[in-house]
């Protein structure tokens, strides 16, 4: 079994979005998220273009980077540029450490129907990127 940690700032959106990705692609896998500076809750709009995809992530929580710290991961893998400059050093065995990265679609800005589009883009792009990874894992 297979053990990933997706990194981002907030564990708000994108990193909330792969772990329910990875899961729903590989349930077999062991798979956590978390935020350097993780936000008081996950985003509503991104559980909300998850679950036009039948993904239920309402359920998930922001968590602190430092509580997996000392854990050992197949992958610990960050999914935005601000997480990937302040990754911390972790201490558990990490065979491998990856960046995948998207755009915040926190960040969008504009009318409600243009910030779910780059919710629904950035989403879309986790989904073929997250699948993509999980393939190339052998069984």
Do not use: W
């Amino acid at each position: 079994m297979k053990r990933i940690l997706i990194l981002c700032t907030g564990n708000s959106c994108r990193s909330q979005m792969a772990e329910g990705y990875i899961k729903h692609f590989r349930p077999d896998f062991e798979v956590y998220s978390a935020g350097t500076a993780p936000a008081p809750e996950v985003h509503p709009l991104a559980i909300k273009v998850m679950q036009e995809d039948g993904i239920d992530i309402s359920g998930g929580e922001p968590k602190l980077v430092n509580q997996f710290i000392d854990q050992p991961f197949d992958y610990v893998i960050t999914v935005c540029d601000d997480a990937k400059e302040t990754c911390p050093v972790f201490t558990g065995d990490v065979k491998q450490q990856l960046h995948i990265g998207f755009e915040d679609p926190a960040m969008a800005t504009g009318s409600e129907e243009e910030v779910l589009g780059v919710f629904k883009k950035v989403r879309g792009q986790i989904k073929a990127e997250f699948k993509k990874f999980v393939e190339a894992i052998p069984q």
